[in-house]
């Protein structure tokens, strides 16, 4: 199993694949890209967007990241009388049920997470997957090139 490794060069490309879908969307957003230690990689505020959305993305990312799924999971398992009630109210208030923060997946383990704020839950997700499909692109790519490539050789097998 070849582990991927989320480096800031790989995070960019997600804040701007991100990015371009918040703008399509006419949204102003914040954008947090965080590791596998949900520690922050890279951060972009758009012009105009939200000062409070800094914190709601990071935490966003941080809450995929430390929870293994979707943000937007934890909604409806959040709600009063059900499992999860007042899980937001734990690690600090850390954990966001809002939607916008996804796992970053790579040979079933989590590398990294993305968390958007600036719009509704739902259109938080769509910027988020955005930015997914994009990575699913460069690791597909990553694992197409690792294979055609000799061990200790620039050149193709």
């Not at 993305?57 to 398992?77: D, E, I, R």
Request: aromatic fraction near 4%; charged fraction near 20%; avoid cysteine.
């Amino acid at each position: 199993m070849t582990v991927m490794k989320l480096t800031l060069e790989i995070a960019k490309v997600l804040l701007e694949a991100a990015e371009r879908k918040a703008k399509e969307m006419g949204l102003a957003d914040d954008i947090a890209i965080v590791d596998d230690g949900a520690n922050l990689i890279a951060f972009h505020r758009m012009d105009t967007a939200r000062i409070a959305g800094i914190d709601i993305a990071q935490n966003k990312a941080w809450t995929s990241v430390a929870m293994k799924m979707p943000t937007s999971n934890l909604a409806q398992a959040a709600l009063p009388g059900n499992p999860s009630f007042g899980i937001n109210t734990t690690n600090h208030g850390k954990v966001v049920i809002l939607g916008g923060g996804i796992p970053l997946m790579k040979d079933g383990m989590v590398i990294g997470g993305i968390g958007v704020s600036g719009g509704t839950s739902a259109q938080d997700i769509e910027v988020a997957n955005a930015a997914i499909h994009v990575f699913e692109a460069l690791k597909n790519k990553r694992d197409s090139a690792a294979i055609s490539y000799r061990i200790g050789s620039n050149q193709p097998m």
